[in-house]
């Protein structure tokens, strides 16, 4: 639970991992205030200091200039000795409050007059001036007057102002505080939080908003700058939604924009009745233009592929590229899923156009996967998977048409879900079995070989077939599990006809194309051969020219490993396919394996048999053995053995069975009595393959 | 000794003043009587202003003058009132005496000029701007027949130069062998006391032994004198110094000085000595009591004087032909006179004065002897000698 909380809430992760957030306001004051507040009560401490100190000054410059001129009013009464005078002139300056006490003394020290302002009073200094007296016959100096007088009205005052400068200063600091709290947030913490808004906005929904700051300052500036980055951003962010959804090659939307658009479609709706058509469009071959063009000339037949895409369909359709040589189409409206089927064959018809590539005509083909559905259907998400369940019956069976999913289409594909899902289990649960058909001397009737036919015994399905599975099995990539199995079963095969008295028969595996790319095939089947003690040379492979094609070099160079060990390899299926002469010549093969197609009806057709015989031909040439597939009948056997083609396989001889059953039947063969079998025409078709 | 034998000469002048005085009385007796106003700047009970009035009266009675005495009562607003008023009387006396007291007389003087009534300044005259402005009498005011003061500044020396005497004998120097006197002045800007303490420093200028340490001033009262000297005594004591006179401006000062010698434990007459001015009684009891040792003075005869300058004036003598300023000595009484004048002044019995025989003698106008020893000359001799 915690961690979902955390992860669904990723601010509040982030605000946890930082450090607690500091307000840039708060630090200002924090740095700024305390060394105002410092700077202030000292400069009003040396400032009233000063000021102390020449108020000090100036109170004894006072009481100097007091006594002096009280020294010149007391001159005349104290040298006539008018010392009532004296006292009263004296008395005047008890008035100064300052003065404690003053005294004047007559040229013999005598205290003349002393006056006390408070009995007790304390007087920390004292000033004294002598009496000078004169007329116009004398001068002398009849005495001198001494003031004391007290600086404590001064130390009050001194501290009062202190005090009020104290008090005034804390004010001041207030206020500056007040002030610079608000200026700070006017110019400072609003912008910030506009462009932090800003930021969280843009985290929210990945947009990038511009923050709404109108000042010229610096904030204004960065806010200007944030605005610009955060408008290149917004590019970005467009381009790289853009990029996200859209495909770099052909502009088109990508996949993702495919999820999307469903998704909405789906919310949307739209009429109920409405019919959305889904063509899922995949090129035919488009590895082998690849291969044979250049990866810049298939990038340019993509291109010119979407192109052709977007002219095909109307304003409202809507094309997408899913990767590689997958398009998709989608037709938002369509009346009926026949006006979808030709909507489709529209789009498969513009896009077959031909395309010059390298001065080349090169014919695109492709097959289309339909599926229709309901606007509201709510598998309406689905659809992809739908148009690809037609797609892959369309490429499987009908390549280069366009395919409409059925519900026939849509079992099929359950079948094959189901199968596919079930292959690990087949695997674990050994529900796979290695089946054995012989092929015969034709002359001789004598057993030489037998081929492995796989088959998967499914707790439900019964009894599958290769067709069906092989190609799920190597889709799901379980190819060379599988061929170990089946080798592994034909050594332990091997080993059972050695016990029961037949080495002499030897045992084909069938290799799917991806096993000739393996390198540890050759020692694997050695190893394999090595632990059942059965010679290699009992092992004969078979190959389909179509493996060969994909990968020449590194198909050739398995085929030869594996004969070096004494294997010998069968070209499968011949004639069907590329049949090409030169692969006989290039690839070191001991045998061919004639098509069934061309065995099936050759007693009545005879281009079937100027063909047989042509390959009989070419093979007795180049010194290959020749095996018919698909004998059902003794005349085919006849036909066969008159055109020269020394060995045949098929129902006429014997169905694909288990091991045990084909000892069985093996030891109720006569060494060289086949022609009673041979003479028993078999009337059921072959199970398969 | 010397004393006896003036005397003698004195009473035989005396005797043949008599003779003649009764003769040239009947003789140029008598044109018509004078009708004289006095504006006393004084206060009534003021001793001197009062002494001054009373001779001019006994004076009057003798030569055949009404004298009108009118009291300011120390205003000199209403001495001016009186002044103008006599002036502007439609029977105008002869002659207005005044008193140039704080120049409080000059318009009263100008006023009568106006009106052409005679004039004569007693005592205090013109002083600064007014004397420039007015110049001499009888020149821009021709009205302004004159002026009688006293020479106080003589007096001043005189009673100096006894304290000087006295101090000597008695051997009274100081340590550092000087004679140290105090003076006392009644103030130090009225003319009469400038005068008074410019004798005492005349005279002490001329002494080389004497030295004034203070010139003290006491307002003319005796309380004042008595604190300074008290002061003075105590610093004396402080700077040890031997206190050998104390010179006072006048006889009310010269009294506090002498209670505060007293206080201080001196012995005025034995070893220091005090001189004083006006002739008061209390001066005289203490000079007989010998703690004092002189007053000078004599001046409230001014009164009496400046009726026979007008009487001799009015008779066609006129006492400008020697000048129109007439300075009169004071004279000091001492143990020695004191007998002859004392009882005089304590009675204020004037009358016994024959003011007659003070007249200008004929072909000598301007020429008078008011001198104490004339004084006492016109004084009865039983009289004198039974005190």
Same mark, same amino acid.
């Given at each position: 639970?915690?961690?979902?909380?955390?992860?669904?809430?990723?601010?509040?992760?982030?605000?946890?991992?930082?450090?607690?957030?500091?307000?840039?306001?708060?630090?200002?004051?924090?740095?700024?205030?305390?060394?105002?507040?410092?700077?202030?009560?000292?400069?009003?401490?040396?400032?009233?200091?000063?000021?102390?100190?020449?108020?000090?000054? +100036?109170?004894?410059?006072?009481?100097?200039?007091?006594?002096?001129?009280?020294?010149?009013?007391? =001159?005349?009464?104290?040298?006539?000795?008018?010392?009532?005078?004296?006292?009263?002139?004296?008395?005047?300056?008890?008035?100064?409050?300052?003065?404690?006490?003053?005294?004047?003394?007559?040229?013999?020290?005598?205290?003349?007059?002393?006056?006390?302002?408070?009995?007790?009073?304390?007087?920390?200094?004292?000033?004294?001036?002598?009496?000078?007296?004169?007329?116009?016959?004398?001068?002398?100096?009849?005495?001198?007057?001494?003031?004391?007088?007290?600086?404590?009205?001064?130390?009050?005052?001194?501290?009062?102002?202190?005090?009020?400068?104290?008090?005034?200063?804390?004010?001041?600091?207030?206020?500056?505080?007040?002030?610079?709290?608000?200026?700070?947030?006017?110019?400072?913490?609003?912008?910030?939080?506009?462009?932090?808004?800003?930021?969280?906005?843009?985290? +929210?929904?990945?947009?990038?908003?511009?923050?709404?700051?109108?000042?010229?300052?610096?904030?204004?500036?960065? =806010?200007?700058?944030?605005?610009?980055?955060?408008?290149?951003?917004?590019?970005?962010?467009?381009?790289?939604?853009?990029?996200?959804?859209? /495909?770099?090659?052909?502009?088109?939307?990508?996949?993702?924009?495919?999820?999307?658009?469903?998704?909405?479609?789906?919310?949307?709706?739209?009429? $109920?009745?409405?019919?959305?058509?889904?063509?899922?469009?995949?090129?035919?071959?488009?590895?082998?233009?690849?291969?044979?063009?250049?990866?810049?000339?298939?990038?340019?037949?993509?291109?010119?592929?979407?192109?052709?895409?977007?002219?095909?369909?109307?304003?409202?359709?809507?094309?997408?590229?899913?990767?590689?040589?997958?398009?998709?189409?989608?037709?938002?409206?369509?009346?009926?899923?026949?006006? =979808?089927?030709?909507?489709?064959?529209?789009?498969?018809?513009?896009?077959?156009?031909?395309?010059?590539?390298?001065?080349?005509?090169?014919?695109?083909?492709?097959?289309?996967?339909?599926?229709?559905?309901?606007?509201?259907?709510?598998?309406?998400?689905?659809?992809?998977?739908?148009?690809?369940?037609?797609?892959?019956?369309?490429?499987?069976?009908?390549?280069?048409?366009?395919?409409?999913?059925?519900?026939?289409? +849509?079992?099929?594909?359950?079948?094959?879900?189901?199968?596919?899902?079930?292959?690990?289990?087949?695997?674990?649960?050994?529900?796979?079995?290695?089946?054995?058909?012989?092929?015969? /001397?034709?002359?001789?009737?004598?057993?030489?070989?037998?081929?492995?036919?796989?088959?998967?015994?499914?707790?439900?399905?019964?009894?599958?077939?290769?067709?069906?599975?092989?190609?799920?099995?190597?889709?799901?990539?379980?190819?060379?599990?599988?061929?170990?199995?089946?080798?592994?079963?034909?050594?332990?095969?091997?080993? +059972?006809?050695?016990?029961?008295?037949?080495?002499?028969?030897?045992?084909?595996?069938?290799?799917?194309?991806?096993?000739?790319? /393996?390198?540890?095939?050759?020692?694997?089947?050695?190893?394999?051969?090595?632990?059942?003690?059965?010679?290699?040379?009992?092992?004969?492979?078979?190959?389909?020219?179509?493996?060969?094609?994909?990968?020449?070099?590194?198909?050739?160079?398995?085929?030869?490993?594996?004969?070096?060990?004494?294997?010998?390899?069968?070209?499968?299926?011949?004639?069907?396919?590329?049949?090409?002469?030169?692969?006989?010549?290039?690839? $070191?093969?001991?045998?061919?394996?004639?098509?069934?197609?061309?065995?099936?009806?050759?007693?009545?057709?005879?281009?079937?048999?100027?063909?047989?015989?042509?390959?009989?031909?070419?093979?007795a040439t180049l010194g290959l053995t020749l095996i018919a597939e698909g004998m059902e009948r003794a005349e085919q056997a006849e036909a066969m053995r008159e055109m020269g083609v020394r060995l045949g396989q098929g129902f006429l001889y014997q169905r694909p069975q288990p091991l045990e059953a084909v000892l069985q039947w093996l030891d109720r063969q006569p060494a060289v009595a086949s022609r009673v079998v041979a003479d028993s025409p078999s009337i059921t078709p072959e199970f398969a393959a | 000794m010397g004393a006896a034998k003036l005397t003698k000469f004195l009473r035989m002048l005396l005797a043949a003043g008599m003779v003649c005085g009764v003769f040239g009385s009947v003789g140029r007796s008598i044109a018509k009587p004078l009708d004289i106003v006095f504006v006393n700047p004084g206060k009534t009970g003021e001793v001197y202003w009062d002494m001054v009035a009373q001779t001019m009266q006994a004076a009057g009675r003798k030569l055949d003058a009404h004298v009108e005495v009118l009291t300011s009562e120390r205003n000199y607003r209403t001495m001016q009132e009186l002044g103008f008023g006599v002036v502007a009387r439609p029977d105008k006396p002869d002659f207005l005496i005044l008193s140039n007291e704080e120049s409080a007389a000059v318009p009263i003087l100008e006023a009568a000029e106006a009106a052409g009534v005679k004039t004569l300044l007693l005592s205090n005259t013109l002083i600064g701007e007014d004397a420039v402005r007015l110049g001499p009498p009888r020149q821009k005011l021709k009205t302004w027949l004159g002026d009688i003061t006293t020479d106080l500044q003589t007096a001043g020396a005189r009673m100096a130069n006894a304290l000087i005497t006295a101090a000597r004998a008695g051997k009274w120097q100081s340590a550092d062998g000087k004679i140290h006197i105090l003076g006392i002045g009644g103030d130090e800007t009225t003319p009469a006391s400038i005068a008074r303490n410019a004798g005492l420093k005349l005279a002490v200028d001329a002494a080389s032994d004497v030295v004034v340490d203070r010139m003290l001033f006491a307002n003319w009262t005796q309380s004042e004198a008595e604190r300074v000297t008290a002061n003075y005594l105590s610093w004396a004591a402080r700077k040890q110094i031997r206190p050998a006179g104390i010179w006072a401006g006048n006889d009310p000062m010269a009294l506090g000085a002498l209670r505060a010698a007293i206080a201080a434990g001196l012995v005025p007459g034995e070893n220091i000595q005090v001189v004083g001015l006006n002739w008061s009684e209390d001066a005289l009891r203490e000079i007989k009591a010998d703690r004092l040792l002189l007053t000078d003075g004599g001046h409230f005869l001014l009164g009496g004087w400046s009726v026979v300058l007008l009487r001799d004036y009015a008779d066609g003598c006129d006492f400008a032909a020697v000048s129109p300023r007439v300075e009169v000595k004071t004279s000091a009484i001492t143990r020695d006179n004191l007998a002859s004048v004392g009882d005089l002044i304590k009675t204020r019995a004037f009358d016994r004065i024959d003011f007659t025989r003070f007249r200008a003698k004929a072909g000598r106008c301007g020429q008078y002897d008011f001198s104490l020893d004339a004084l006492i000359s016109s004084l009865p001799v039983a009289e004198g000698v039974a005190d």
């Open positions: 639970m915690r961690k979902d909380e955390a992860m669904t809430d990723p601010d509040r992760n982030e605000q946890a991992a930082l450090p607690r957030l500091r307000s840039v306001v708060h630090a200002m004051i924090w740095a700024t205030v305390p060394v105002l507040l410092l700077v202030q009560l000292l400069a009003s401490a040396g400032v009233e200091a000063s000021s102390f100190w020449s108020q000090l000054r +100036q109170l004894d410059a006072r009481m100097a200039r007091v006594a002096e001129s009280r020294a010149e009013l007391i =001159a005349e009464p104290l040298w006539k000795m008018r010392y009532d005078q004296v006292t009263g002139v004296l008395k005047e300056v008890m008035h100064d409050e300052t003065i404690a006490a003053a005294a004047v003394y007559d040229d013999t020290g005598a205290a003349i007059a002393r006056v006390v302002a408070r009995p007790g009073g304390q007087s920390a200094a004292e000033v004294s001036h002598p009496i000078r007296y004169s007329n116009g016959n004398m001068a002398v100096q009849a005495g001198r007057i001494a003031i004391a007088y007290s600086r404590a009205t001064l130390y009050a005052d001194a501290g009062s102002r202190l005090m009020l400068l104290l008090v005034v200063g804390l004010l001041a600091t207030f206020a500056t505080l007040i002030a610079m709290r608000i200026s700070a947030n006017i110019f400072i913490g609003r912008p910030l939080a506009a462009m932090m808004s800003a930021i969280q906005r843009s985290k +929210q929904d990945g947009r990038a908003y511009p923050a709404d700051v109108t000042s010229s300052n610096e904030f204004g500036q960065l =806010a200007r700058a944030f605005n610009a980055m955060q408008h290149t951003t917004s590019g970005a962010l467009d381009r790289l939604g853009h990029m996200a959804t859209h /495909d770099p090659l052909t502009g088109l939307p990508n996949r993702r924009a495919l999820t999307e658009r469903l998704a909405v479609t789906s919310q949307t709706g739209g009429a $109920p009745d409405t019919l959305v058509a889904f063509c899922f469009i995949d090129l035919d071959d488009f590895k082998g233009i690849n291969d044979t063009f250049g990866h810049e000339a298939g990038d340019a037949f993509l291109v010119q592929i979407s192109q052709r895409l977007r002219r095909a369909v109307d304003a409202e359709d809507w094309v997408a590229r899913l990767g590689g040589d997958e398009f998709v189409v989608i037709r938002p409206e369509v009346s009926d899923e026949q006006a =979808a089927h030709a909507f489709a064959q529209r789009v498969l018809d513009a896009i077959s156009e031909p395309i010059r590539l390298h001065d080349k005509q090169v014919v695109p083909r492709a097959s289309i996967g339909l599926a229709v559905r309901h606007a509201d259907d709510p598998e309406l998400s689905h659809l992809p998977t739908l148009a690809d369940i037609a797609l892959y019956h369309a490429k499987s069976k009908a390549p280069g048409t366009v395919a409409v999913l059925d519900e026939a289409l +849509q079992r099929d594909y359950r079948r094959r879900r189901d199968i596919e899902l079930a292959i690990p289990t087949g695997f674990a649960e050994g529900q796979f079995e290695v089946w054995y058909q012989s092929q015969v /001397d034709l002359d001789s009737y004598e057993v030489v070989g037998l081929e492995a036919l796989i088959r998967w015994r499914h707790p439900e399905h019964g009894v599958i077939g290769p067709g069906e599975f092989l190609p799920l099995i190597e889709r799901s990539g379980n190819n060379a599990r599988l061929t170990r199995y089946v080798l592994t079963d034909a050594c332990r095969a091997l080993q +059972q006809l050695a016990a029961a008295g037949r080495p002499q028969i030897r045992i084909a595996i069938n290799l799917p194309p991806s096993e000739l790319a /393996d390198h540890s095939l050759a020692a694997e089947l050695r190893a394999t051969c090595a632990r059942f003690g059965v010679a290699a040379s009992m092992i004969e492979l078979e190959i389909t020219e179509g493996s060969l094609i994909n990968n020449i070099a590194s198909a050739s160079e398995t085929l030869h490993r594996l004969r070096r060990l004494g294997a010998t390899i069968a070209l499968d299926d011949f004639g069907t396919g590329y049949s090409s002469l030169a692969h006989l010549r290039r690839f $070191p093969l001991d045998k061919v394996k004639i098509d069934k197609a061309f065995i099936s009806e050759i007693t009545d057709s005879a281009e079937d048999k100027a063909i047989v015989g042509v390959i009989a031909s070419l093979a | -």
